[in-house]
């Protein structure tokens, strides 16, 4: 079992930047591919950003394309979202969700994860 923790939400104006951490339990996060889904209010959960286990490739939703950037530190279990030229519509609860390596299907559909953490609230501003 693999359990998630985020943590960098927050309230930021337009244009402002923030960090999402997302730290891991287990020794095997190194296999698992790592991404960051989003859920605004009287929305559906939708990708944003993900990355494979080695860390060499990155899947992005369109509106993440230019502003946001995923990595991962093995050694630290942890993986960061980093978004930059927030936006209003950026505003919602961001999930880290963990995806093992035997586990197919496209990395923007959420039944494609196995593990989620309990979500961070990001508020932007106008």
């Known amino acids: 079992q693999v359990q998630l923790v985020e943590s960098g939400g927050g309230l930021v104006q337009a244009g402002g930047s923030l960090r999402l951490s997302c730290a891991a339990s287990?020794?095997?996060?190194?296999?698992?591919?790592m991404a960051w889904f989003r859920q605004a209010p009287g929305k559906e959960r939708e990708f944003v950003i993900a990355?494979?286990?080695?860390?060499?490739?990155?899947y992005y939703a369109d509106s993440a394309k230019g502003r946001f950037t995923i990595s991962r530190e093995n050694a630290k279990n942890t993986v960061y979202l980093q978004m930059n030229s927030l936006k209003p519509e950026d505003t919602a609860v961001y999930y880290c969700?963990?995806?093992?390596?035997?586990?197919?299907?496209?990395?923007?559909?959420?039944?494609?994860?196995?593990?989620w953490g309990q979500g961070t609230q990001v508020t932007v501003s106008s």
């Open positions: 969700a963990a995806r093992r390596m035997d586990r197919t299907g496209p990395y923007y559909n959420t039944g494609n994860y196995n593990y």
């Open positions: 287990g020794p095997t996060f190194g296999s698992y591919t």
């Open positions: 990355i494979s286990w080695g860390g060499s490739s990155t």
